[in-house]
């Protein structure tokens, strides 16, 4: 997983830099979104061949409500919070900021209602008794609310503060997929070495990638420190993402795998989210369409969020091997 992670990382940045460089029609940006189309066609065609039906022996019922309740809480805090700056703050983004707390209430009222019933809930809100659960969860909102909007602040950076092409963006991004790939090969080797210190190992590399990309950002934007910085950030991920899931899961029970593994996904897009829209914040805060130089500054600034968000999940981390370590002796 790792290792194709890595490669469609390479792929995607040249791929869209490529497609914005081309301007076919004069879409700009727009063009991007067509490197999905022949995926999710081979995803259509090569799902009939090769996914497998499997069926457990008492069917459940979809749980819609909660799905309902649970999106509706998630958008209630994440839209005002993308968009609210962009509007100045409308009464609307601070009602739905606020209406998200009884609706986050109502959704695990509701959940918890239902797994009394004997129901299937979406999430089993007693799952998060599990300190395990709690402690990797959490870490993993941070990890990935980290990568996806260093991502955004470093692309903005380069093209708008520093004036390059998207294309020249995207050959920055090279280096730290190939790096990436490397960390997952050498992910495994790791964690049977180290076990579960391995993450901590990469949340260190990754972190320390950030503190150089902290440094360039004040002092103007060196493109070879920023390279350095990727690659030590996509070295970092490589060892860290093939592992992370296996070390929640392994604070739950069997039965309870596939609830977790759906809170984990669940969790890494809403840390990403919540990433992006706090660095959005500062970075646009801070440039206000300014020159390049306030750009750096606000780079810098942004990734600041990025390492505090890092080094929180790094002492997670450290607690949860603490807490497995001692589930086994």
């Known amino acids: 997983m790792g290792a194709v992670q890595g490669v469609a990382g390479a792929a995607s940045q040249l791929l869209g830099g490529g497609l914005m460089a081309l301007d076919i029609g004069n879409?700009?940006?727009?063009?991007?979104?067509?490197v999905n189309l022949p995926i999710a066609a081979y995803a259509l065609i090569a799902g009939k061949w090769f996914i497998v039906e499997t069926r457990d022996a008492a069917s459940a019922r979809l749980d819609l409500m909660g799905a309902l309740l649970g999106a509706s809480a998630l958008t209630a805090i994440l839209l005002p919070a993308m968009v609210g700056?962009?509007?100045?703050?409308?009464?609307?983004?601070?009602t739905g900021v606020l209406s998200s707390v009884?609706?986050?209430?109502?959704?695990?009222?509701?959940?918890?209602?239902?797994?009394?019933?004997?129901?299937?809930p979406i999430i089993d809100p007693s799952i998060f008794k599990n300190d395990g659960v709690a402690i990797g969860m959490s870490a993993s909102f941070l990890f990935f609310s980290a990568i996806s909007s260093f991502s955004l602040s470093l692309t903005i950076f380069l093209q708008v503060g520093l004036g390059q092409t998207p294309l020249q963006a995207a050959m920055l991004f090279l280096p730290s997929t190939v790096a990436f790939f490397a960390g997952s090969l050498v992910s495994a080797s790791l964690a049977k070495q180290l076990r579960h210190q391995a993450p901590t190992l990469g949340m260190g590399i990754f972190g320390f990638g950030l503190l150089i990309a902290v440094i360039d950002g004040f002092v103007g934007g060196e493109r070879w420190a920023l390279t350095i910085s990727v690659i030590l950030q996509g070295f970092g991920q490589g060892i860290i993402i093939p592992l992370l899931l296996n070390m929640v899961l392994s604070t739950v029970a069997n039965s309870e795998a596939g609830m977790a593994s759906g809170v984990f996904s669940t969790t890494q897009t809403a840390g990403s989210a919540f990433g992006v829209t706090i660095v959005g914040v500062i970075l646009f805060g801070i440039s206000d369409g300014s020159g390049g130089g306030v750009y750096g500054t606000a780079f810098a600034v942004a990734t600041l969020y990025n390492l505090v968000a890092v080094t929180l999940g790094l002492f997670l981390f450290r607690a949860l091997q603490r807490g497995n370590n001692g589930s086994r002796a």
């Open 27 to 34: 879409l700009d940006w727009r063009l991007i979104f067509f």
């Open 85 to 94: 700056q962009e509007q100045h703050w409308p009464w609307w983004a601070i």
């Open 102 to 120: 009884p609706l986050f209430v109502a959704f695990i009222t509701y959940e918890s209602r239902l797994m009394r019933r004997g129901g299937v």
